[in-house]
């Protein structure tokens, strides 16, 4: 009988998820009463009631403390009440799963890492050259979810369908990870995105469902959906057999209901940094040692700002990514002002001045040609560590869970991020990067790689490194040819494996060739590694590249040409492998050193043209007196 | 625009050298371009481009001083002929901004054209300088005037022109607008909006230091030609 109900439920929950309107709105166009503000930019004052997700997938009744199930409160249908959820949705942080689209400038991708297969590969839902689809490495949504989904507000992956049967089962256990607007509009300190209750440990536990009110102050969440059976239904609850397994449960934390049972939110339009960091934090290891107080926060938030003064959006929540360049992919009126230049300089064409927008300086940039201003982005120079004779291990909270419990907070924990790489970007432009050089199993077929399903991976060339021993401080195993070798032949016996088996890592695409060797191939793009654009943190004027004189970058050993890019990869053998800067900027070696060499005879150039100056000045100065002198004595009638 | 300008200018200035040197012979034999129109043979044509090179050879006095002012006069020359391909020819040829390797020899041979410019300077002003022989118009208008008769003065050198001496002064006066916009761009001073007033300076006023420096060669060989 149950089980019965439980398959009738599923069925009407799926019916109900695969419908098309799903939003608190009767349609898109009908806005509701917080879509649209009034323009009093006082704090709205947000004391209502509480609606869960119903066992159909629907707004459920009113939440009461004494109610039985008590249900997590869903945003979809709390917040839904009055900000168009489906408006929300296609914001940018939420939108990497639609198509449509346009993924603009590459950005931070979710980095898959298995040390134990030697394997990191960026992965995206956006199309972005250089990573893939998460399918592509056999990852369901689902799955996807459960992994990233620590460092996401929720939305996007978390709500896909799934179509797999038993993955359907699971989601209607575990529900969809709804939109948290609570990750960033909660004004109350109490907002835990990473503690051992918090969201993280929540998505990981797989309740979805639960997790933006495990998030708040308002309530605890204990139990986890992930070890729930089949056939548990969290509409119908009843403990499981195995009493070791706890299910997913909510309490609320007392007085938070009024006689009405409504609940106050401390809602905040202006989103705190704080909220901002968690997902979006950087920590550069110029140190060994280097923790987050010993390096200095962007000049922005030091004068005073926060992220969403740059970073606006209204209640679609397209957000300004703010470099050069969003306008051709973002339709958010502010995007042209919220870059640096549009803050700072303000466009020429504007009707009254835009320059020194909430008080940004504006740049004189002294004794600076102006071609710079054409082949650099403002954040090459001003912005990421200064960059030094090597690269930087980079650490940033969504690949490396950062401000979760149980991080590994060795320096060498993979994934591998270097910074700063100066490169060119697609506008021509240099720019200082993070990059990514990716380490995973593929197979060739037609020239072009595809990565291998991971479980495959790891049922095959996984057991020849299963023997290596890992080291604990979450760095590459000591990875040999002989196991690529024996990698390769693994995946080559494997039927399912389409194409030629290769691996990629360090730069390099490994094959076999029909003898059995060991082959290499340096060019090939899928060997090449990932970057995207850094800014932030931005450094003051001051300490911008140029600060100290043009041999910051033009003399014959600066980092910004000459520096050292370490190659990251798994082989023991080419750990210590770099490659040059300017081999990033599209740029002949030799022309970069010769360039920097003539840099060494500027002052006397200087000198000498000075000289050259006062002579000719002198010699005209004296001619001319002299025509002077001949001009008085003719006007004073004396040969 | 610049480019459009540059190009119109260097032509109308080389055809108007041309026509000039047809319809005025410098020497009572034909004009050696005048012999080179009528005799097409690519043998004649060559000789008579080395030849006018020579008379680009200044004579000189054999006196240490002598020998260095030719020196100068051709070290000069070859660094003008560089900076104006090296400038121009990104501009004009290839429709780009001087860059790579073309920035480079620029720079490099710049400060030695400034000094050759400025030690010229100093040893050919006092030929260069004018007298009242070079304005009889004026010197009429001054007796006119003043109802003096003023005492002509000889030319103190008869090799000279009235539009090579205006020319070479020219030369000389726009060397420092020339030198100054661009090395004042070097130091700290001049913000993103004066750095490329700055350049633009430097441009057109290159544009009209070449066009010059052209004439007053052409006026050198004519001397030499006489």
């Given at each position: 009988?149950?089980k019965?109900?439980k398959?009738?439920?599923v069925l009407?929950?799926?019916?109900?998820?695969?419908s098309p309107d799903?939003?608190?709105?009767?349609?898109d166009?009908e806005?509701?009463?917080?879509?649209?503000s009034d323009?009093?930019?006082a704090?709205?004052h947000?004391?209502i009631?509480?609606y869960?997700?119903?066992?159909d997938?629907?707004?459920g009744?009113?939440i009461a403390?004494d109610?039985k199930?008590?249900?997590?409160?869903s945003?979809?249908?709390?917040?839904g009440?009055c900000?168009?959820y489906?408006t929300?949705?296609s914001?940018?942080?939420?939108?990497?799963?639609?198509?449509n689209v346009?993924p603009?400038?590459?950005?931070?991708?979710?980095?898959?890492v298995?040390?134990t297969?030697?394997?990191?590969?960026?992965?995206?839902?956006?199309p972005l050259?250089?990573?893939?689809?998460p399918?592509q490495?056999?990852?369901?949504?689902?799955?996807f979810?459960?992994?990233f989904?620590r460092?996401?507000?929720?939305?996007?992956?978390?709500e896909?369908?799934?179509k797999?049967?038993?993955?359907?089962?699971r989601e209607?256990i575990?529900?969809?990870?709804?939109?948290?607007?609570?990750?960033?509009h909660n004004?109350h300190?109490?907002?835990d995105?990473?503690?051992i209750?918090?969201y993280?440990?929540?998505?990981v536990?797989?309740?979805f469902?639960?997790?933006?009110?495990?998030?708040t102050?308002?309530a605890?969440?204990?139990?986890?959906?992930?070890f729930?059976?089949d056939?548990?239904?969290?509409f119908?609850?009843?403990?499981?057999?195995?009493?070791?397994?706890?299910?997913?449960?909510?309490?609320?934390?007392?007085?938070?209901?009024?006689?009405?049972?409504?609940?106050f939110?401390?809602?905040?339009?202006?989103?705190?940094a704080?909220?901002c960091?968690f997902?979006?934090?950087n920590?550069y290891?110029?140190?060994k040692?280097?923790?987050k107080w010993?390096?200095?926060?962007?000049?922005?938030l030091m004068?005073g700002?926060?992220?969403?003064?740059?970073?606006?959006?209204?209640?679609g929540h397209?957000?300004t990514?703010?470099?050069e360049?969003e306008?051709?992919?973002?339709?958010?009126?502010l995007?042209?002002?919220s870059s640096c230049?549009?803050?700072?300089?303000?466009e020429?064409?504007?009707?009254?001045p835009e320059?020194?927008?909430?008080g940004?300086?504006?740049?004189?940039?002294?004794g600076?040609?102006p071609?710079?201003f054409?082949?650099?982005s403002?954040?090459?120079c001003?912005?990421g560590?200064w960059?030094?004779q090597?690269t930087?291990?980079?650490?940033?909270?969504?690949?490396?869970?950062?401000g979760t419990i149980?991080v590994?907070?060795?320096?060498?924990?993979?994934?591998?991020?270097?910074?700063p790489?100066?490169?060119?970007?697609?506008?021509?432009?240099?720019a200082p990067?993070?990059l990514?050089?990716p380490?995973?199993?593929?197979a060739?077929?037609d020239?072009?790689?595809t990565?291998?399903?991971l479980?495959?991976v790891?049922?095959?060339?996984?057991?020849?490194?299963?023997?290596?021993?890992?080291?604990l401080?979450?760095?590459?195993?000591k990875?040999?040819t002989?196991h690529?070798?024996e990698?390769l032949?693994?995946l080559?016996?494997e039927?399912?494996?389409?194409?030629?088996?290769v691996?990629?890592a360090?730069?390099?695409?490994y094959?076999?060739d029909e003898?059995?060797?060991?082959?290499?191939e340096?060019?090939?793009?899928?060997?090449?590694?990932?970057?995207w654009?850094?800014?932030h943190d931005?450094?003051?004027?001051?300490?911008s590249l140029?600060a100290?004189?043009?041999?910051d970058?033009?003399?014959?050993d600066?980092?910004?040409f000459?520096g050292?890019?370490?190659?990251?990869?798994?082989?023991a053998?080419e750990r210590?492998?770099?490659?040059k800067?300017v081999?990033f900027q599209d740029?002949?070696?030799?022309y970069a050193?010769a360039?920097?060499?003539t840099?060494?005879f500027?002052p006397w150039l200087?000198?000498?043209?000075?000289?050259?100056c006062?002579l000719?000045?002198?010699?005209l100065?004296l001619?001319?007196?002299k025509?002077?002198?001949s001009?008085?004595k003719?006007?004073?009638e004396?040969? | 625009?610049?480019?459009?300008i540059?190009?119109?200018?260097?032509?109308?200035?080389?055809v108007v050298l041309a026509?000039?040197c047809?319809a005025f012979p410098?020497?009572?034999?034909?004009?050696p371009l005048g012999?080179a129109l009528?005799?097409?043979?690519?043998?004649?044509i060559?000789?008579?481009i080395?030849?006018?090179?020579?008379?680009?050879?200044l004579q000189?006095?054999?006196?240490l001083?002598?020998?260095l002012k030719?020196?100068?006069?051709?070290?000069?020359l070859?660094c003008f002929?560089?900076?104006?391909i090296?400038?121009?020819?990104?501009?004009?040829?290839m429709?780009?901004h001087i860059?790579?390797?073309?920035?480079m020899?620029h720079?490099?041979?710049a400060?030695?054209?400034?000094i050759?410019v400025s030690v010229?300077?100093?040893?050919?002003?006092?030929?260069h300088?004018f007298?009242?022989?070079?304005w009889?118009?004026l010197?009429?208008?001054?007796e006119?005037v003043?109802?003096?008769?003023l005492?002509?003065?000889?030319?103190i050198?008869?090799?000279v022109?009235i539009?090579q001496k205006?020319t070479?002064?020219l030369i000389i006066f726009?060397?420092?607008p020339?030198?100054l916009?661009i090395?004042?761009s070097?130091?700290p001073l001049?913000g993103t909006y004066?750095?490329?007033?700055?350049l633009a300076a430097h441009r057109?006023?290159a544009?009209v230091?070449?066009?010059?420096a052209?004439?007053?060669?052409?006026?050198?060989?004519?001397?030499?030609?006489?």
């Open positions: 009988m149950k019965g109900l398959v009738v439920s009407l929950y799926l019916s109900a998820v695969l799903l939003s608190g709105a009767a349609n166009s806005k509701l009463l917080g879509d649209v323009g009093s930019r704090a709205s947000h004391l009631y509480l869960p997700e119903n066992q997938g629907k707004k009744s009113k403390p109610a199930p008590l249900l997590p409160f945003t979809r249908w709390t917040c009440e900000h168009s489906n929300v949705s914001g940018w942080h939420f939108n990497a799963v639609d198509v346009p603009g400038r590459p950005a931070q991708p979710w980095i898959y298995d040390p297969i030697a394997t990191q590969i960026p992965l995206f839902y956006r050259p250089g990573t893939y689809k399918e490495v056999g990852l369901t949504s689902r799955r979810t459960k992994l989904g460092h996401t507000p929720g939305g996007g992956a978390g896909l369908a799934s797999e049967p038993e993955q359907v089962v209607y575990s529900g969809k990870l709804e939109i948290n607007c609570m990750t960033c004004g300190p109490g907002q995105q990473g503690s209750d918090g993280a440990v929540q998505v536990r797989e309740n469902r639960w997790a933006a009110a495990a998030s102050e308002l605890a969440v204990r139990g986890s959906a992930e729930m059976p056939t548990y239904d969290p119908m609850p009843e403990p499981p057999e195995n009493k070791r397994l706890v299910p997913p449960t909510i309490t609320y934390k007392e007085n938070i209901f009024e006689e009405d049972n409504k609940v939110f401390d809602i905040v339009r202006k989103v705190p704080e909220r960091y997902c979006h934090s920590l290891l110029v140190e040692e280097t923790e010993s390096s200095d926060e962007d000049v922005h004068a700002l926060t992220c969403v003064d740059c970073h606006r959006n209204g209640i397209n957000i990514r703010g470099y360049g306008t051709s992919v973002s339709t958010n009126p995007v042209t002002t230049e549009g803050c700072h300089l303000g020429k064409s504007s009707v009254g320059a020194g927008r909430l940004a300086p504006v740049p004189k940039h002294p600076i040609p071609v710079h054409e082949k650099l403002c954040t090459a001003h912005s560590p960059p030094a090597n930087y291990l980079a650490k940033t909270s969504r690949a490396h869970r950062l149980n590994n907070k060795s320096p060498d924990a993979l994934p591998h991020i270097v910074s790489v100066f490169a060119k970007q697609a506008d021509g432009k240099m990067h993070k990514l050089w380490a995973f199993w593929g060739l077929k020239k072009n790689v990565p291998i399903d479980e495959i790891k049922q095959t060339a996984g057991k020849i490194l299963a023997k290596e021993k890992l080291p401080s979450g760095d590459w195993p990875l040999t002989e690529i070798i990698g032949k693994s080559a016996s039927k399912s494996v389409e194409g030629k088996p691996y990629i360090g730069g390099k695409l094959f076999l003898t059995g060797k060991l082959n290499q340096e060019n090939h793009p899928a060997a090449q590694p990932y970057m654009s850094i800014a931005v450094r003051p004027a001051a300490q140029g100290r004189g043009c041999g970058c033009h003399s014959t600066a980092p910004f000459f050292s890019v370490a190659v990251d990869t798994p082989i053998a210590q492998a770099v490659k800067m081999g740029i002949d070696a030799f050193w360039f920097a060499f840099f060494v500027r200087k000198v000498i043209a000075l000289g050259c006062a000719i000045a002198v010699v100065l001619y001319a007196l025509a002077l002198a001009v008085v003719v006007l004073a004396r040969d | 625009m610049f480019r459009e540059a190009i119109t200018a260097f032509i109308i200035t080389l026509l000039h047809i410098a020497n009572k034999k034909r004009c012999d009528r005799r097409w043979s690519p043998v004649s060559l000789r008579k080395v030849h006018l090179f020579t008379l680009l050879l000189q006095k054999i006196s001083l002598g020998v030719k020196l100068l006069f051709l070290l000069a070859l002929m560089v900076l104006a090296t400038g121009f020819y990104p501009l004009l040829v429709d780009k860059y790579g390797y073309f920035v020899v720079a490099t041979f400060p030695v054209f400034a050759c010229l300077a100093i040893l050919w002003a006092r030929n300088r007298n009242r022989g070079d009889p118009l010197q009429r208008i001054i006119r003043t109802l003096r008769k005492s002509a003065e000889e030319a050198d008869e090799n022109s539009a205006i070479f002064w726009l060397s420092l020339l030198i916009s090395v004042s070097m130091f001049f004066w750095q490329e007033l700055l057109w006023t544009l230091f070449a066009i010059i052209v004439i007053y060669l052409y006026l050198v060989i004519r001397t030499q030609l006489k």
